[in-house]
């Protein structure tokens, strides 16, 4: 249901007092008067606490400095004058003793006449004793609509010439932004540019990131890598590739729903972290990470709440990527004892998200021990897939090779023996292959050469992969992989020694 529609039931139904929890007042008053006055034909009252009342010459400057007051302009006024009172951050006074008082002495004569009590407020705190009084209506930040609306006005009015692909790129990227600080960055945009186009989404994006920063738990990751950078797991690639416009118009318009997240389980080196920052990159969204040491507060209902303000802040900026690093440390069955049952509740509450959140916050998680994610995080519908990312065979650690070393010697990366490295690379991760090379360069580097493919060969066979030291971990994910119960990132087999 719409927000005025929802607003005009609930003051049709005589609700006493209305609670709308927001942080843009100016929209809200805007489009009460627009719709609300038209409608019901209400004399609207706006009130706050330093000038008073406003906007009504009767009453101007009436109850300055004194939230007592302006509710006694309630009674003042004939019981016959439909009347609606806006009355801004009062939600900081309720928990005054007079002030609660008072709202429950008038509650009767909002009941029996025309009148209706609107708080406007950006943080929500009712007081216990008149939770039965209040009634709560979120107002949603503007939708794609009314973004897209707003653009295109501002366009109009600068006599400029946009493409419709960059035009819905623009709007996907104020989403999650309020229209005055909209037009704050569209403002920003035409003084640093003097025209708009595909490169305000690095301001766009940037403006984000000072929302994100306002919050520990959260982390803004700038990020250039790509899906190429990744060797081997072409089923994975695939997956990611089809749901590349899934959060565009037209995929909106087919009917097609926004992909939900991705969990990426497997061994350490795999490249499961760089899939989550390639993702961002190639669909073009920002990459929140979530800090789960952050997460997890000492005083009882603090970790709860810290949660319930990464979802708001995830949603905000919506559409993005909520990347979860080791969920499994975060979530595991270890956590749940000792803790007053902390764990438990987070993990309820996050699930419950997962499940239902219709907001386009694609997650993408991942974790290196199965055994200590619970139940319900594996259970099909908390993810659209779960991917298991194994050691790369011996196809994929070429291909590895090639993109390292090309990314170092961009210009003899040709003349490396990439069969012969692959050979004598087994059981090594992509990030162990990494640092194989990193040390065939000191060598060169000391002797002040060239590093070769011999360099590399005599650091694989000093390097010690970390599967030798896992063995029974990663012959256990191997074998949960291959009993169907997860999908394979790679197409190339599985081999279990």
Same mark, same amino acid.
């Given at each position: @249901?719409?927000?005025?529609?929802?607003?005009?039931?609930?003051?049709?139904?005589?609700?006493?007092?209305?609670?709308?929890? #927001?942080?843009?007042?100016?929209?809200?008053?805007?489009?009460?008067?627009?719709? =609300?006055?038209?409608?019901?034909?209400?004399?609207?009252?706006?009130?706050?606490?330093?000038?008073?009342?406003?906007?009504?010459?009767?009453?101007?400057? &009436?109850?300055?400095?004194?939230?007592?007051?302006?509710? %006694?302009?309630?009674?003042?006024?004939? +019981?016959?004058?439909?009347?609606?009172?806006?009355?801004?951050?009062?939600? *900081?006074?309720?928990?005054?003793?007079?002030?609660? *008082?008072?709202?429950?002495?008038?509650?009767?004569?909002?009941?029996?006449?025309?009148?209706?009590? =609107?708080?406007?407020?950006?943080?929500?705190?009712?007081? #216990?004793?008149?939770?039965?009084?209040?009634?709560?209506?979120? &107002?949603?930040?503007?939708?794609?609509?009314?973004?897209?609306?707003?653009?295109?006005?501002?366009? %109009?009015?600068?006599?400029?010439?946009?493409?419709?692909?960059?035009?819905?790129?623009?709007? *996907?990227?104020?989403? /999650? !932004?309020?229209?005055?600080?909209?037009? *704050?960055?569209?403002?920003?945009?035409?003084?640093?540019?003097?025209?708009?186009?595909?490169?305000?989404?690095?301001?766009?994006?940037? %403006?984000?990131?000072?929302?994100?920063?306002?919050?520990?738990?959260?982390?803004?990751?700038?990020?250039?890598?790509?899906?190429?950078?990744?060797?081997?797991?072409?089923?994975?690639?695939?997956?990611?590739?089809?749901?590349?416009?899934?959060?565009?118009?037209?995929?909106?318009?087919?009917?097609?729903?926004?992909?939900?997240?991705?969990?990426?389980?497997?061994?350490?080196?795999?490249?499961?972290?760089?899939?989550?920052? $390639?993702?961002?990159?190639?669909?073009?969204?920002?990459?929140?990470?979530?800090?789960?040491?952050?997460?997890? /507060? /000492? =005083?009882?209902?603090?970790?709860?709440?810290?949660?319930?303000? @990464?979802?708001?802040? $995830?949603?905000?900026?919506?559409?993005?990527?909520?990347?979860?690093?080791?969920?499994?440390?975060?979530?595991?069955?270890?956590?749940?004892?000792?803790?007053?049952?902390?764990?438990?509740?987070?993990?309820?509450?996050?699930?419950?998200?997962?499940?239902?959140?219709?907001?386009?916050?694609?997650?993408?998680?991942?974790?290196?021990?199965?055994?200590? !994610?619970?139940?319900?995080?594996?259970?099909? /519908?908390? &993810?659209?897939?779960? &991917?298991?990312?194994? !050691?790369?065979?011996?196809?994929?650690?070429?291909?590895?090779?090639?993109?390292? =070393?090309?990314?170092?010697?961009?210009?003899?990366?040709?003349?490396?023996?990439?069969?012969?490295?692959?050979?004598?690379?087994?059981?090594?991760?992509?990030?162990?292959?990494?640092?194989?090379?990193?040390?065939? @360069?000191?060598?060169?580097?000391?002797?002040?050469?060239?590093?070769?493919?011999?360099?590399?060969?005599? +650091?694989?066979?000093?390097?010690?992969?970390?599967?030798?030291?896992?063995?029974?971990?990663?012959?256990?994910?191997?074998?949960?992989?291959?009993?169907?119960?997860?999908?394979?990132?790679?197409?190339?087999?599985?081999?279990?020694?």
């Amino acid at each position: @249901m719409k927000f005025t529609d929802e607003l005009t039931l609930l003051l049709k139904a005589r609700y006493p007092i209305i609670y709308i929890n #927001t942080i843009e007042e100016d929209r809200v008053e805007y489009i009460i008067r627009k719709y =609300i006055k038209t409608s019901l034909n209400r004399s609207i009252y706006s009130w706050d606490f330093i000038d008073g009342y406003t906007n009504n010459p009767n009453n101007e400057g &009436f109850a300055k400095r004194n939230p007592v007051q302006a509710l %006694e302009l309630v009674e003042r006024l004939t +019981a016959q004058t439909p009347a609606l009172f806006l009355l801004k951050d009062f939600n *900081r006074f309720l928990t005054d003793v007079s002030i609660s *008082r008072k709202l429950k002495n008038i509650n009767r004569i909002l009941k029996l006449q025309p009148k209706t009590i =609107i708080i406007v407020g950006s943080e929500l705190n009712i007081p #216990t004793e008149l939770s039965d009084l209040i009634t709560i209506l979120q &107002f949603q930040l503007p939708v794609e609509n009314e973004i897209n609306y707003e653009l295109k006005r501002l366009i %109009e009015s600068l006599n400029i010439e946009i493409d419709q692909q960059v035009l819905e790129n623009l709007t *996907r990227a104020c989403q /999650g !932004l309020s229209l005055e600080r909209i037009r *704050r960055v569209l403002s920003k945009i035409i003084a640093t540019y003097k025209t708009i186009d595909e490169n305000s989404i690095k301001l766009l994006l940037h %403006e984000k990131k000072q929302i994100i920063s306002q919050t520990e738990i959260l982390e803004y990751w700038s990020v250039n890598e790509t899906i190429s950078k990744i060797g081997g797991v072409d089923n994975l690639k695939n997956w990611l590739n089809k749901r590349k416009t899934s959060f565009g118009l037209q995929a909106s318009n087919y009917g097609l729903p926004t992909p939900r997240g991705l969990l990426l389980v497997g061994i350490q080196g795999t490249g499961k972290s760089l899939t989550a920052k $390639a993702i961002a990159t190639e669909w073009q969204l920002p990459l929140l990470k979530l800090d789960v040491g952050k997460l997890f /507060g /000492g =005083i009882v209902g603090e970790s709860e709440s810290r949660l319930r303000q @990464m979802i708001e802040v $995830a949603e905000t900026i919506s559409p993005c990527i909520l990347w979860i690093d080791e969920i499994d440390k975060a979530f595991s069955n270890n956590n749940s004892t000792g803790d007053s049952g902390t764990s438990n509740r987070v993990l309820a509450t996050f699930i419950s998200w997962l499940s239902e959140k219709t907001k386009p916050v694609f997650v993408v998680a991942t974790a290196n021990n199965v055994d200590l !994610l619970p139940l319900e995080i594996i259970r099909k /519908g908390r &993810f659209d897939e779960i &991917f298991f990312l194994d !050691l790369p065979q011996k196809q994929e650690r070429e291909q590895i090779f090639k993109i390292h =070393i090309q990314e170092f010697r961009p210009n003899r990366w040709e003349s490396f023996d990439y069969s012969k490295l692959a050979q004598l690379s087994e059981a090594f991760s992509g990030a162990e292959i990494r640092q194989s090379i990193i040390e065939a @360069m000191y060598h060169g580097f000391y002797e002040k050469r060239e590093f070769t493919t011999e360099d590399i060969c005599l +650091a694989l066979t000093q390097l010690i992969p970390l599967s030798q030291f896992e063995n029974k971990q990663t012959l256990k994910l191997k074998n949960w992989a291959v009993s169907g119960q997860i999908r394979l990132a790679s197409s190339k087999s599985i081999s279990i020694n």
